[in-house]
T-cell receptor, first 114, second 114 residues
Framework: TQLLEQSPQFLSIQEGENLTVYCNSSSVFSSLQWYRQEPGEGPVLLVTVVTGGEVKKLKRLTFQFGDARKDSSLHITAAQPGDTGLYLCAGRLRVGAGSYQLTFGKGTKLSVIP | DTAVSQTPKYLVTQMGNDKSIKCEQNLGHDTMYWYKQDSKKFLKIMFSYNNKELIINETVPNRFSPKSPDKAHLNLHINSLELGDSAVYFC?????????????FGQGTRLTVV
């Protein structure tokens, strides 16, 4: 069972276009993170959202956490070739008394064509 | 200075062999993880180790065993390697997971079993 569903899996767009990536779950997360992974490297954190309804902006990237803390979205405005990469959402889920686990979605592979 | 380093970066080995991947972090974190990323880029947690408490993903075969000689190291030993074990393995570390902090990843070890 996949806890976090990301869509779309693949996205190829022209430079300058806008795009949105979605991360959905039936579980409630204490927080949700977005990571970006480039080929041959490990994922690197972009943002953490904690409060339901929270919106965070990072230059041209806008992240939103759903009111019920079950879903999130990443919106990129005026995409550039440097945005190309694998975008992963990760939810922090309680797995036991005082124990939490970071669970990843399957990722969205973004290609921005010059 | 590299925060999370794992060795080797590439590992090619024959079926049936036993191999180890080493991981070290210099961030002073209490929690370390091993993730497996398959050919479809799905990042799946295998183990998390927090202050000597080991949390095992029950879907991981018992041929995989993590070993932590101290807080800064979490090595992964794999017995009787199988073709299906081919993947990229990532080590990561963070502050305790309940703190909503960033997970720092190593560069990954690409394991190819032939």
């Amino acid at each position: 069972t996949q806890l976090l569903e990301q869509s779309p899996q693949f996205l190829s767009i022209q430079e300058g276009e806008n795009l949105t990536v979605y991360c959905n779950s039936s579980s409630v997360f204490s927080s949700l993170q977005w990571y970006r992974q480039e080929p041959g490297e490990g994922p690197v954190l972009l943002v953490t959202v904690v409060t339901g309804g929270e919106v965070k902006k990072l230059k041209r990237l806008t992240f939103q956490f759903g009111d019920a803390r079950k879903d999130s979205s990443l919106h990129i405005t005026a995409a550039q070739p440097g945005d190309t990469g694998l975008y992963l959402c990760a939810g922090r889920l309680r797995v036991g008394a005082g124990s939490y686990q970071l669970t990843f979605g399957k990722g969205t592979k973004l290609s921005v064509i010059p | 200075d590299t925060a999370v380093s794992q060795t080797p970066k590439y590992l090619v080995t024959q079926m049936g062999n036993d191999k180890s991947i080493k991981c070290e972090q210099n961030l002073g974190h209490d929690t370390m993880y091993w993730y497996k990323q398959d050919s479809k880029k799905f990042l799946k947690i295998m183990f998390s180790y927090n202050n000597k408490e080991l949390i095992i993903n029950e879907t991981v075969p018992n041929r995989f065993s993590p070993k932590s000689p101290d807080k800064a190291h979490l090595n992964l030993h794999i017995n009787s390697l199988e073709l299906g074990d081919s993947a990229v393995y990532f080590c990561a570390s963070s502050q305790p997971p309940q703190m909503n902090t960033e997970a720092f990843f190593g560069q990954g070890t690409r394991l190819t079993v032939v």
